[in-house]
């Protein structure tokens, strides 16, 4: 929603310097838009923005001194809220630290806005100190990039509705239909400060200002909705198909759509293969009695999460005839070869930001409109409609038993695996989780059996790397205020270590370092049987632990060695939140030993 604080015009402004008067009319734009965080890093050119935001009273301003995990904390506070959070940096090498996360928020497309403080257009290409080119130095990555003028003291009054609108622009196409990130780069010349007197003035102006100006966000939109005819030709082929699975991906519609997505498989007997990042799989769907529950139609019954071990190997069922697709391409190795190599009637993928994510390149039907209102209208169409028992009960069945097997398993054996499985067992309802890069989103993926628990699961998938993991958790806990569990490899640590900066002001976040001294996931591939170069160019053993970094930033520490230990310690947390690190120590080449050996068990049925 639009801020409540009333719009701001050049009659309005106290200020002689115009870098301080763009800068506010800019802020307040954005105010006026929607726009209530900020994440500021401190530098010297991009004073006049720092201050505008510390001034308003509408929108909310955090700190954080390292600008690359300054980016992904602002990129954690936006999945929260699925709104734009600006970022403020100096000139220079500080702008490029962002570019991590914004590669991030394009491929996940989270709505970010990016305003740069830059050097006068005289200094540019000059040798002058802290002076890059900035203009669209993000290239592609953003989905609008724009220079402003140089702010001067004699300008048509165009020039600064000109700046207002610019920001109500930049907020609305970070918050469109495709959301992602926006840079506005500001040059300024110096002074770059107010005098005392005009910074008094302006706050005195801000708290007694009145309605001079009808400024609102001119941009809207409303949802894509799916014609008669299209709807028409899906019932029939979903009639037509008793045999068919419904695949949620990374990244699905929050709000409704996953009750929606659940009664949609529940009316159409289509089993739902839900992606652990895909806010489906940990989900108190409720509304059903104990006799629905038991139930072949069970909505329980059709939420499949174990495929991860059962695809392994050839499951035994006839292929499916139909493939409904939501969200990014899933995390599971398995299940992406598995889609691979089937030859289904139809693969339809519905994503209202019209975004591609195939890349086995097999959609045969792509269709952009609102997710939750597609799923809501069909199940309402089939009402009627009586699904095939006999698919969703041999899928079922094969789930179950992978579970069964699969759950005995890892309480026989201990390594790093199991830690995510107890990790959901005590979590609280509507708890988060930021699911690290690596290993740690594999083990959530296979040992993460699906519960009517509403668990927020969030992870960095979009270009899947390993930086700025903490920062983004951190970012989660202080936007959502809820209970928040950031569960990292030791590397994914090492790389965000600055980040715990942030942890001490962050009472309800707790870190978990699952620290098997290395990179871990380097063991799974055909690498780990060269030796050398394996352990010192791919493995990497650091030989460290986090106490000394834990009492560097003042987090309550506690070391887990084993499964006992473990568990208390996340009993500990869960009860007694605080600033916390939880380091799990493991031995990274036992833990893929028992994987393995896992997994092999399983897939000759031994288990």
């Not at 037509?240 to 009750?259: K, N, S, V």
């Not at 390993?466 to 030791?490: E, H, S, Y």
Request: hydrophobic share 40%; net charge negative; glycine share 6%.
């Amino acid at each position: 929603m639009p801020n409540n604080h009333l719009p701001l015009t050049v009659n309005h402004l106290p200020f002689k310097n115009p870098n301080l008067r763009f800068a506010a009319l800019f802020v307040d734009g954005l105010a006026q838009a929607g726009l209530e965080s900020v994440v500021i890093s401190p530098g010297s050119r991009s004073t006049p923005l720092t201050l505008a935001f510390e001034a308003h009273p509408g929108i909310e301003t955090f700190l954080h001194i390292d600008e690359r995990g300054a980016g992904f904390y602002a990129l954690g506070m936006a999945l929260a809220s699925d709104k734009p959070v600006a970022l403020i940096c100096t000139s220079g090498t500080a702008v490029a630290n962002y570019l991590p996360t914004i590669i991030e928020a394009q491929m996940s497309q989270v709505p970010l806005l990016i305003l740069t403080g830059d050097r006068p257009h005289e200094l540019r290409h000059s040798g002058a100190n802290q002076t890059i080119d900035q203009v669209k130095i993000f290239g592609d990555q953003v989905l609008w990039s724009v220079d402003m003028p140089l702010p001067q003291e004699d300008v048509p009054e165009v020039a600064l509705r000109h700046v207002q609108t610019t920001a109500v622009r930049a907020y609305a196409t970070a918050n469109g239909l495709r959301k992602g990130p926006v840079h506005v780069n500001f040059p300024f010349r110096k002074p770059l400060e107010p005098s005392a007197e005009e910074i008094r003035a302006w706050r005195l102006e801000i708290e007694s200002a009145t309605p001079i100006s009808n400024l609102q966000s001119p941009i809207s939109r409303g949802k894509i909705m799916p014609t008669d005819e299209q709807l028409d030709w899906l019932t029939a082929v979903l009639t037509h198909h008793p045999r068919g699975l419904i695949i949620c991906g990374p990244r699905c519609p929050g709000g409704d759509f996953p009750a929606a997505v659940t009664a949609l498989a529940q009316q159409t007997g289509y089993p739902l293969l839900a992606d652990p990042l895909s806010g489906v799989r940990f989900f108190n769907r409720g509304g059903f009695d104990d006799e629905e529950k038991k139930s072949a139609k069970s909505v329980d019954n059709l939420s499949i999460s174990g495929y991860e071990t059962f695809l392994q190997h050839n499951p035994g069922w006839p292929e499916p005839e139909m493939i409904v697709r939501f969200g990014q391409v899933p995390t599971s190795k398995w299940l992406n070869a598995y889609l691979d190599k089937i030859q289904p009637a139809i693969r339809l993928h519905i994503r209202e930001s019209g975004v591609w994510a195939d890349d086995s390149q097999r959609t045969t039907h792509f269709w952009q409109m609102n997710e939750t209102a597609v799923c809501q209208t069909l199940t309402a169409r089939l009402e009627n409609h009586q699904p095939n028992p006999t698919w969703h009960q041999t899928i079922y069945a094969t789930e179950k038993a992978a579970w069964d097997a699969l759950e005995s398993q890892l309480h026989q054996h201990w390594f790093d695996g199991p830690a995510l499985p107890i990790l959901l067992d005590q979590l609280p309802e509507n708890a988060n989780i930021l699911i690290g890069n690596s290993l740690p989103v594999r083990h959530l993926d296979q040992y993460g059996r699906s519960r009517p628990k509403t668990l927020h699961i969030f992870g960095n998938r979009g270009a899947s790397g390993i930086d700025g993991n903490i920062a983004t958790g951190l970012g989660l806990a202080t936007a959502t205020k809820r209970p928040t569990f950031i569960v990292v490899g030791d590397i994914t640590a090492l790389h965000d270590l600055n980040s715990l900066l942030l942890a001490r002001q962050t009472p309800n976040a707790t870190i978990i370092v699952l620290n098997n001294n290395g990179g871990g996931i380097f063991r799974r591939l055909p690498i780990s049987q060269h030796e050398p170069p394996f352990t010192d160019r791919f493995l990497t053993p650091h030989g460290r632990t986090f106490a000394h970094a834990a009492a560097m930033f003042e987090l309550d520490y506690i070391l887990a060695e084993n499964r006992e230990s473990f568990v208390a310690a996340v009993e500990t947390a869960v009860a007694h939140p605080a600033p916390r690190l939880i380091e799990l120590l493991t031995d990274g080449a036992q833990d893929e030993q028992i994987r393995r050996q896992i997994n092999q068990l399983l897939k000759e049925g031994n288990a």
